[in-house]
C-alpha cells in the first residue's frame, strides 16, 4: 500500500512537472478562422470593421493560385502569368485574462510580400521580403479577456517582381506565442559542436534570455541534450542574473560520450532543451535540434561527411508546391523529399530565398544537405520591381534574421549569399561580398560561406576577387570544369546549379538527337505545336546540359564536391522555351504534379545502390513505327530486350553510358527487358500494349489520415484496360466529388501548357495520368473520392480517419 501510494504521489508529480513544462511556454496554431479579401482595405485596422462580406480562410493561404491564368497578367511568363494585386486578413481572438503578465507574440513564417501588421488598429511594422519569417510583440496592444482584431495588409501589386512564381499572401503558417516575462529570445540559442566524434562530442549552448521585467531577476538556467527516445543524456545548469528590461547572452558547455553521429543515411537527431527555472518554478522552456556530424569541403578531394568522402548528389528546388501554390504544409513537402531520396538525392539547394521551417525540419529528419540561400538580387535588378527596391533598407537585417533562424539545423552546411548576382560584373561586388559574408561570420562561422556564380574568368569576377568566399559554387558550363583546379589554384569548388535540361512527362520524339532548344537566346527553334518537349533526355537549355552530359562531367571530377540539378521538381512559371500558353517549367526531373520523368531512374541507378532497370517509353504506337526503346539499369553487366518472346539482342554500357537503347519497329505485344550479373538474372521488366480503356483507377498515397485540417491525401488517377495496363495517351476529363472529412484543393496532370485551374473539380489526364489533391477538413468521417469519366464505371476510393 505505502508503495503504491508513493507510485501515485511521484506519478502525480511528475504530471505536474510536465504541465508545468508545458505550459511555461505556451505556442498556438494561430491559421484558423482568418477573414479575407481580395483589394485594397485600409479601413480594416479599425477595431470596429465589418468583414461579413469577406471569405473565412485558413492559412497558410495563397490567392494567386485560385486565379485565372491570363497573358495579360502583369506577373508575366516568369510567374506562371497568374495574378498578384493586393489583399487583407482580417482576425477577431481573445486572449486569456491571465496572460496580462506574459509576453505575447505572433510569429509569421512568410508572407509575401510587403507586408504591414496591426493589432487593435496599432501598425507594428512592416515587412517587405516575402520569403523571410518574423515576429511582433502584441503585450502592450492587447485587450486581455477580451476580443483584439488582427489585420493583416498584403501588397504584390508592383510586377513583375519575381523570375518565378512567389504566390500572394500569407503562404506559411502562424503561431501566437506567450512566454513568461523571463524567457529565451525568439531564435534564442545557438548549438555548435566544437569537436565531434564518435567517442566523445562537445556541446557549446549560447542562450539570448529577454528580461521583460521592471526588475532585475536571478533565475536557474539548466540545458539539457535528449536523444531521439526523449532520454537525457547530458546536461548542465548554471545560476544567473539579468538586469530589468534588458537582453544578455549566457553560455554552457556540455560534452556527450559515444554520440550517434547524423549523416544522410542515419540522420540521427538530439535535441537541446533550454529550462529557465525562477524561484523553482518553470518560467520558459525552449527546443533546437541537434546533430552531430562534421564535414569538408576540399579542393582537391571535394567533400566529406563525418570523414567519409562523400559526393554532394543534389537538386534545386522553389518554394511552389505544385497545385497547392505557395501554400506551405508539411505533408507536400515532405512527399517531394520522398521521391527525391527515393531516387537518391542527398541534398537540397534551396533556390533562391529561404524556404520554410517544415522544409528545413524535414532536412534535418530526412537527412538531405542543405545549401541555404538568402538572396537572388543584390542592388542591382533583374525584373523592374524585385528586391533590388529593398536592398539598402533591409538586406542586413534580412540576411541576420535568415541566419538566426535556420543555424541550428544540422542539415545546413553552406551559407548561399547570392545566385547569379549581377554585381558579379562590376567592382561593387567586391565590397557587397565581403559585408554579407562579414554579416553571416557575426552570426555563425561553423560552416563556408559561397555564392552561385556564371562567370569563370577571374578577370571578369568581382564577386571572386572579393577573397571573402570560402567555397566557389559554379552554374553551368560544365565543360570547363576540367580547368578549375588550374584556374582557381587551392579553391574549394561545387556545381551550385547545372544541367537546364528540357522534358515532357510521357512525351516522344523520333528520332532522337541531342540538340538545344533555342540554340542562343532569341534565336528561333523547331518546337513542338502543343508546347511538349520530348522526354528522351536530349533537349537542353542554350546555357545548359543534358542530365547525363552533366553527370558524366561531374562523376569523373573528383575535386568538385558535387552538383545541384535544375530542378528537382518542375515548378510553376519560367517555362523556358516556350511562350504562353506554357505557364510552368520543364526542368524538373519530377513533373509539377509529382510524377517522375524518365529521366529520374537514370539518377535512381547512378546514386543508388539499389537494383534498378528502367525501360521506356511506353509501348503503344502505330504498327511498324521505329520505336527507340531506352534502358537504365545497374548492378548489372548487361541488358537482354524482348518483344513477344523475340530477344532483340543484349546489350551493355560501354565506357562512361549511362543509358543503353535500340531502334524497335512497333508490334502490339510485350516488351520485356531482363538485367544480369555473372550469366544470373538481375531484373525483370515488361511493357505491355494497353487495350481499350476498362476501368479508372485511383492509388492513393496514404490510405489512413489525421483530421487536423492539413493532412493532405495525393490520389494518383488513370485509366487501364481490363488486364490493368495503364493507358499512356489518355486525355479523358475526369469530374471528382469529395465527401466526408476532406476536400478537394488541387488537381494537375503536370502539362505544363494545361490552363485549367488547380482548383476545378475536375482535370484531364495527361499522357495517362493526373493527381487529385485532397485535405482534411477536419470532420471525423472517412473520405472518399469518386471519379468518373464517359461511360466508364464511376470509381470510388476510401481513406480512413485516424
Known sequence: MILKKIIVALTILFSISIFAQKQARIIEDFNKNWNFKLGDYPEAVNTNFNTSSWRTVQLPHDWSIEGAFNKN????????????????????????????????????????????VFINGHSLGMRPNGYISFG??????????????????????????????????????????????????????????????????????????????????????????????????????????????????????????????????????????TTIYEKSKIADNYETP???????????????????????????????????????NIHAVKRKLVLLKEMGANAIRMSHNPHSLEMMQLCDEMGFIVQDEAFDVWKKKKVTNDYHKDWDEWHKKDLEDFILRDRNHPSV?????????????????????????????????????????????????????????????????????KDFPER???????????????????????????KAWPSKHGAPFDGNADWTVSAYDQVKSYWGATHEENWKTIKKQDF?????????????????????????????????????????????????TKPVLYIFPHWNWKPGQEVDVWAYYNNADEVELFLNGKSLGKKAKQNDDLHISWRVKFESGTLKAISRKNGKVVLEKEIRTAGEASKIDLKADKMVFKNDTYDLVY????????????????????????????????????????????????????????????????????????????????????????
Not at 294 to 303: I, L, R, T, V
Not at 318 to 328: I, R, T, W, Y
Not at 414 to 432: P, V
Not at 578 to 605: C, E, H, N, T, W
Request: proline content about 4%.
Open 73 to 116: 497578367n502583369p506577373t508575366k511568363q516568369a510567374q506562371g502569368f497568374l495574378p498578384a494585386g493586393k489583399g487583407w486578413y482580417h482576425k477577431v481572438f481573445t486572449v486569456p485574462a491571465n496572460w496580462k503578465n506574459k509576453s505575447v507574440s505572433v510569429e509569421f513564417d512568410g508572407v509575401f510580400k510587403n507586408s504591414e
Open 136 to 273: 511582433y510583440d502584441l503585450s502592450k496592444y492587447l485587450n486581455f479577456g477580451k476580443e483584439n482584431i488582427i489585420a493583416v495588409k498584403v501588397d504584390n501589386d508592383a510586377q513583375p517582381n519575381s523570375r518565378w512564381y512567389t504566390g500572394s499572401g500569407i503562404y506559411r503558417n502562424v503561431r501566437l506565442v506567450a512566454s513568461n516575462k523571463l524567457h529565451v529570445a525568439k531564435w534564442g540559442t545557438y548549438v555548435t559542436t566544437p569537436e565531434v566524434s564518435t567517442e566523445k562530442s562537445k556541446i557549446h549552448v549560447e542562450v539570448t534570455v529577454d528580461n521583460d521585467n521592471d526588475i532585475a531577476k536571478e533565475f536557474k538556467l539548466v540545458t539539457s541534450i535528449l536523444n531521439a527516445d526523449n532520454v537525457e543524456v547530458a546536461n548542465f545548469s548554471s545560476t544567473e542574473k539579468i538586469a530589468p528590461k534588458t537582453t544578455e547572452k549566457k553560455m554552457h558547455d556540455l560534452s556527450l560520450n559515444q554520440p550517434k553521429l547524423w549523416s544522410t543515411e542515419n540522420p540521427y537527431l538530439y535535441k537541446v532543451v
Open 290 to 328: 541537434l546533430g552531430f556530424r562534421f564535414f569538408s569541403f576540399d579542393a582537391e578531394k571535394g567533400f566529406s561527411l563525418n570523414g567519409k568522402p562523400t559526393k554532394i548528389l543534389g537538386v534545386c528546388l522553389h518554394h511552389d508546391n505544385g497545385a497547392l501554390g505557395a501554400v506551405e
Open 413 to 481: 552546411m553552406m551559407w548561399s549569399i547570392g545566385n547569379e548576382i549581377r554585381e558579379q560584373f562590376d567592382s561593387t561586388g567586391i565590397a557587397i561580398t565581403r559585408e554579407l559574408a562579414k554579416i553571416v561570420k557575426s552570426l555563425d562561422t561553423t560552416r563556408p560561406v559561397t555564392s552561385a556564380l556564371t562567370e569563370n574568368v577571374i578577370e571578369k569576377n568581382f564577386i571572386y576577387q572579393s577573397g571573402a568566399l570560402d567555397l566557389l559554387g559554379f552554374n553551368y558550363k560544365h565543360e570547363d570544369y
Open 488 to 514: 582557381f589554384k587551392g579553391q574549394k569548388i561545387l556545381a551550385s546549379e547545372s544541367v537546364s535540361a528540357l522534358e515532357t512527362r510521357g512525351h516522344y520524339d523520333f528520332p532522337d538527337g541531342i
Open 560 to 608: 568538385m564536391a558535387g552538383t545541384f540539378i535544375w530542378t528537382g521538381f518542375d515548378y510553376i512559371g519560367e517555362p523556358d522555351p516556350y511562350p504562353y500558353p506554357a505557364r510552368s517549367s520543364y526542368f524538373g526531373i519530377i513533373d509539377l504534379a509529382g510524377f517522375p520523368k524518365d529521366v529520374y531512374y537514370m539518377y535512381q541507378s547512378e546514386w543508388t
Open 715 to 802: 490520389v494518383a488517377v488513370s485509366i487501364t484496360d481490363k488486364e490493368g495496363n495503364l493507358l499512356p495517351n489518355a486525355d479523358d476529363l475526369i469530374d471528382f466529388e469529395v465527401t466526408g472529412g476532406g476536400k478537394l484543393v488541387g488537381v494537375d496532370n503536370g502539362y505544363q501548357a494545361n490552363l485549367d485551374s488547380f482548383k476545378a473539380n475536375s482535370c484531364k489526364l495527361f499522357n495517362g495520368k493526373c493527381i487529385a489533391i485532397i485535405q482534411s477538413n477536419g470532420r471525423k468521417e472517412n473520405i472518399q473520392l469518386k471519379a468518373k469519366t464517359g461511360s466508364l464505371q464511376t470509381s470510388v476510393i476510401e481513406v480512413k480517419v485516424q
